[in-house]
RNA sequence: GCCCCGCUAGCUCAGUGGAUAGAGCAUCUGCCUUCUAAGCAGAGGGUCGGGGGUUCGAAUCCCUCGCGGGGCGCCA
C-alpha cells in the first residue's frame, strides 16, 4: 500500500474517478460527481451518479457511460471494484485492500486520520467568551464545547491553534455588574438593568471579607475596585468550570488590555483617515452614514462602545498576533453582529474571509429563556455533576450547531444514565479487555498478524469503518462541524460490538481462539479500531475508559 | 416591518442535488456456564410543515405561506 493511502480512500477513488473520465476524452471542467457512501450495501460502499453528471457533455445515454468508466477505471491497490448499475458507478473496497488496511491503521495508531491538510496554518479560536458576570449556564456549554472540539479537529489536521477567551472587564455590563455587587455589600438592591442573581450576594459577602471597609473611598473608585475583585472571582470560578470540561485555553484576553496597547484607538484612527467614520449627534459612528446600519463606536459622552473595542481586537489578532485565520463561535443572538464585524474587518484593511463566524443555535429551559441578571439558569457545573464531563460533550455535539436544543433537566438527567456516549466507552473498554485477555492465554503471539485471516464479514465491517475515517475527518474540518464525529463513533462502535458479540454467538469467532495465528489477526483488528476509537473520542474531548 | 435558524418515525435528532430517507430513546419479540448483556438480533412506526418552481433527479436549491426560536440599542 502506498504513502497516498493516508489521504484517505473516498479521495482515492474520486482521483481514479476523474482520470477514467479524461480517458474518455472529457475535457474542460468537470461537474460534481458527487462521489459519496453508498446508501446501502447492494450499492457497495461509494457510489458516483457519474452517468448522469456526463450525459450532456458526451452526448450518450448514461447507463452507457457509466458502464466504460466502470470497465476502465483503475483503482489504486485494487482498492475497490467498481460496477455499473443504470448510470451509477458503484465501488465496492475489496477484502484484501480492507485487510491491508487494518494493518497499516494499526502501524499508525492515533495518528491514522490525521493529515496535513492545514499546513501549519496559524489559527486563533475564540469561544466560550460570555461576560464574566456571572457563572456558565448550559446554553453556555455548547459554544465551549463545540469551539473546543473544532481546535480539536484542527490540530489533527495539522493547523497551529490557539483558544482564546475574550475577557470583557471593562464594559458596560461589567460596570453593572460591580455596582450590583456593591449595592448588595450595601445591603441595597441592585441599581435598574443590574444583576439580581442570588450569586451576587455571596458576592458581596466575600467582597466585604477580602476589601473590607469600602465606604470611605470615593464611589468611582470604589466601584473600579469591587468590579475588578468580582469580575476575577468570576473568571477563575469560570475557568473552573470549562477545565471540568477539558477545555485547556491558552489565552485569557483582557478587554482593557487592547485599550493599554492602543489598539481601538489606532483602530479609530485608521478608520477615520479612511472615511469609514462620521460624526452625528455628537457620537462617532461607522458604517456608510446609513441611519439603520450604522453603529456607534464613541458615545456622545466621550465614552467608547464594545464596538471600539472590538475594532482594537480586530487589530490585535490579525495584524498584532499574526493569526492568519480567526474562528469565532457565537451564539445565535449574536447573528445581527456577523455583518458589522466583517464589514469592520474589511474596513481595517483585513480580508474578511479570514474572519470565521460559527453560530450556534440557543440553549432555552422549558420554563423559558434562561437570563443571568434575573438568575435564572441551570448552571454548567450542575449537569456535569450531575451526568459526567463526558456525557455533557457528548450530549452538545449530538445535535448540529443550527439546532436550538430545549433544555429539560431532569430529561437529561434521565438520558444521563443511557447516553450514548457510554455506547462508544464501552466498546473502547471491550477491545482493551479482549486485548488484555488474549495476553493471558497466549504466553506468545506471533509478531506479525497474517491480515488475509480476517474474512468473516463482521470483521470486514469493522475494517470498513475504519476505511471511512479519514473522510470524516476531512469533512468535519472542512466544515468546521465537529458534530459529525460523534456520528462516526457511534458506527464504528457498532461495527465493534457485532465484531465481539459474534464470538458470544459463537466461540471459535471470539478474538482469543486457540489458533495463535487467527488469534493474532483479530487482534490486529481489535487495535486498529481501539486507536481509531480512541482517536475519535479525543477529538470530542471524550474520555475512552480502559474498564467499564 | 426587516434579518438569521429550525419544522424529517410517538419523543430527541442525523442526513456534501442522486437509487428503497436513517440513528438513538420509547414499545414489542428473542439471545448470557465459556474474551465485559452499559451488548447482539428482529418487529412495528414517515404525505421529510403546506403549496408552487428549477432539474434527467429535490428532505436537500429558489419562491411563497404557516408554525416555533432568536435578533434588529449611544447594551453585549
Redesign the pocket.
Known sequence: MTETSVMGIRSRIGEALIDAIRNLGVEGDLP?L???????P??GDY?S?VG??LARVLRQPPAQIASRIAETIDVPDGAATAEA??G?V?FRLTAEWLQRLVAQVDARGQGYGATDLGHGERMQVEFGSI?PTGPMHIGHGRGVVLGDSMCRLLEFTGHAVQREYYV?DQ???ARRFGLSVMARMRGEEPPEGGYTGAYVTELAELARGELGDIGSLPSDEAEAKVRQFAIGVMVERIRASVARLNVPYDEWFPESRLWLEGLPQLAIERLRESGHLEER???LWFGEGDE?ED??VI???GEP???ASDLGYLLSRFERRHFNRVVEVWA??????VNRMKSAAAALGIDPERLVII?H??V?LKEG?MSKRAGRFVELDELIDRVGKDAVRYFYL???P?????FDLELALTQGN?N?V??AQ?AH??L???EV?AGERHATLPERADVSLLVQPWELDVARQLAFWPEVVEDSTKLL?P??IP?YV?DLA?AV??F??????T?E????VDDPELTRARLELCRASRHTLKAALELIGVTAP???
Open positions: 460534481d458527487e462521489l459519496g457512501r453508498a446508501k446501502g447492494d450499492h457510489a451518479p448522469m453528471k448499475v443504470g451509477y458503484n461576560n470583557n464594559n458596560t455590563q449627534d455628537g457620537a439603520e453603529r456607534v458615545r456622545s459622552t462602545t464594545y464596538f445565535a443572538d449574536h447573528h445581527g453582529y453560530l443555535q440557543l432555552n429563556k449530538l445535535r448540529s443550527d439546532t436550538a436544543i430545549e443511557e450514548p457510554f455506547y464501552y473498554a471491550r482493551v479487555n479482549v485477555t462541524e458534530h459529525r456520528y457511534h457498532t460490538h457485532r465481539y458479540h459474534a464470538g458470544n454467538e466461540s469467532y471470539r478474538v482469543v480502559e474498564r467499564m
